[in-house]
């Protein structure tokens, strides 16, 4: 059978004594053994061995820098807050009270009361029948969120309808749903309230004193809402109205400004609480204004007259 052919290399090799004949044949695997490789680009083992390190070194320098990010992270969830002394909580507070304006005494009490009040005006017919005319304006206090409405009885009397305005500008009408005349008050009902309607809050009056701070809020002569502050200047009073038709007794004196329209509004504390109800001012010129002692019913009273007992 034919062999395949065989290729020596350029240079004959030297023979050695004993050696075949180069005539003669020799297998195929001592021709290949013979042959020398041919040549090749010369090997950089070193070059490959530091670019490995490199890369492995690179490696373990980000996997070092993850564990300390790890580790940082959770020692400072684990680090617990300093605990806080009397003395950073006095720091804390003064420096509130030097850098914050806080409201008076007054203001705050108004801010509680104003949701609570609303303005009462009563209308009545002309002499004439034709028209509808204003017969009186006041000022009334919730003291159940329903609608009921404490004012004066001498505000609401004798009118044909009753007229309302809320807190929020809402406007209604209202109905008398009970009197008690000898504190000169009405209790009235409002036939729509707002939907967040806030009741007062009322407070026993067994604890005032002359000089506690009070204040009143109202619409006097309908301008409103409107607020003065002053204090209770005597408790226990007898008042009888300029006509002689009223005679009212046990009666809060303050001197906080009141004028004709804050009648039926409330005389509150300095936290906002209803102890009282203005009922008058004492004034013994025809004017009508007030010259620095004004009356209201105890709540107590007031409370009963809508058949209420907090106290």
């Known amino acids: 059978m034919p062999r395949p052919t065989v290729y020596s290399s350029s240079r004959p090799a030297r023979r050695p004594s004993g050696a075949a004949d180069p005539g003669s044949a020799a297998p195929l695997e001592a021709v290949a053994q013979a042959a020398p490789a041919p040549e090749q680009p010369a090997a950089r083992p070193q070059a490959v061995s530091l670019s490995r390190r490199s890369l492995h070194a690179l490696w373990a320098t980000l996997l070092l820098l993850a564990a300390l990010l790890v580790a940082s992270v959770?020692?400072?969830?684990?680090?617990?807050?300093?605990?806080?002394?009397?003395?950073?909580?006095?720091?804390?507070?003064?420096?509130?009270?030097?850098?914050?304006?806080?409201?008076?005494?007054?203001?705050?009490?108004?801010?509680?009361?104003?949701?609570?009040?609303?303005?009462?005006?009563?209308?009545?017919?002309?002499?004439?029948?034709?028209?509808?005319?204003?017969?009186?304006?006041g000022?009334?206090?919730?003291?159940?969120?329903?609608?009921?409405?404490?004012?004066?009885?001498?505000?609401?009397?004798?009118s044909d309808r009753i007229q309302l305005t809320f807190h929020d500008g809402l406007q209604t009408t209202a109905t008398i749903t009970g009197v008690q005349p000898e504190n000169d008050l009405a209790v009235?009902?409002?036939?729509?309230?707002?939907?967040?309607?806030?009741?007062?809050?009322?407070?026993?009056?067994?604890?005032?004193?002359?000089?506690?701070?009070?204040?009143?809020?109202?619409?006097?002569?309908?301008?409103?809402p409107s607020a003065s502050a002053g204090v209770i200047s005597g408790l226990g009073r007898q008042f009888t109205s300029p006509e002689g038709k009223?005679?009212?007794?046990?009666?809060?004196?303050?001197?906080?400004?009141?004028?004709?329209?804050?009648?039926?509004?409330?005389?509150?504390?300095?936290?906002?609480?209803?102890?009282?109800?203005?009922?008058?001012?004492l004034n013994p010129t025809p004017a009508r204004t007030f010259i620095g002692i004004g009356f209201a019913v105890p709540i107590e009273n007031a409370a009963s007259a809508v058949g209420m007992s907090p106290f």
Request: glycine letters at 10%; charged letters at 20%; proline letters at 5%.
């Open 246 to 281: 009223r005679e009212l007794g046990n009666l809060i004196q303050f001197d906080a400004a009141a004028n004709p329209g804050n009648s039926g509004g409330p005389l509150v504390t300095m936290d906002g609480e209803v102890i009282g109800i203005v009922t008058a001012i």
């Open 139 to 158: 000022t009334g206090v919730v003291i159940v969120d329903k609608g009921v409405i404490l004012t004066n009885l001498h505000v609401v009397a004798g």
């Open 74 to 137: 959770w020692l400072n969830q684990r680090a617990v807050p300093r605990k806080l002394t009397q003395e950073d909580i006095d720091k804390a507070v003064l420096r509130t009270l030097e850098t914050t304006t806080l409201p008076s005494a007054a203001a705050r009490a108004v801010e509680t009361i104003a949701p609570s009040v609303v303005r009462v005006v009563g209308f009545g017919r002309s002499k004439n029948g034709k028209e509808e005319v204003e017969r009186g304006v």
């Open 188 to 224: 009235l009902q409002a036939h729509k309230v707002p939907d967040d309607l806030e009741a007062a809050s009322l407070r026993s009056t067994n604890d005032l004193r002359p000089g506690d701070q009070v204040a009143v809020v109202g619409f006097p002569f309908g301008i409103g």
